[in-house]
Nanobody, 121 residues
Framework: EVQLVESGGGLVQPGGSLRLSCAASGFGFSNYAMSWVRQAPGKGLEWVSGINRGSISVTTYADSVRGRFTMSRDNGKNTVALQMNSLKPEDTAVYYC?????????????RGQGTQVTVSS
């Protein structure tokens, strides 16, 4: 059974940092691209960042987070992480770890339960 379990969300002040983690199980983790997507209150899903499959990591980011967020993966531990710096109120959302169907992007076949990130003073 494929499982994706996110952790690390919380309440942070603008300009602060959070680190999200996603623990994957039930599939050959290194064989899949992974992404983070988010959903802000009253809005649709937004793709945030992605990392390719395999041992050499290539990451891509949405314009809205590039330069502030850093995604990484550890194939030995079957985890992906999202380091979020310089957080803004508009980053408030539920963040989901997803397994991409083919390549990094919006198409995915499994999603975790999500972790809430709230940026507020």
């Amino acid at each position: 059974e494929v499982q994706l379990v996110e952790s690390g969300g919380g309440l942070v002040q603008p300009g602060g940092s959070l680190r999200l983690s996603c623990a994957a199980s039930g599939f050959g983790f290194s064989n899949y691209a992974m992404s983070w997507v988010r959903q802000a209150p009253g809005k649709g899903l937004e793709w945030v960042s992605g990392i390719n499959r395999g041992s050499i990591s290539v990451t891509t980011y949405a314009d809205s987070v590039r330069g502030r967020f850093t995604m990484s993966r550890d194939n030995g531990k079957n985890t992906v992480a999202l380091q979020m710096n310089s957080l803004k109120p508009e980053d408030t959302a539920v963040y989901y770890c997803v397994r991409n169907r083919f390549v990094v992007g919006t198409q995915y076949d499994y999603r975790g339960q999500g972790t809430q990130v709230t940026v507020s003073s």
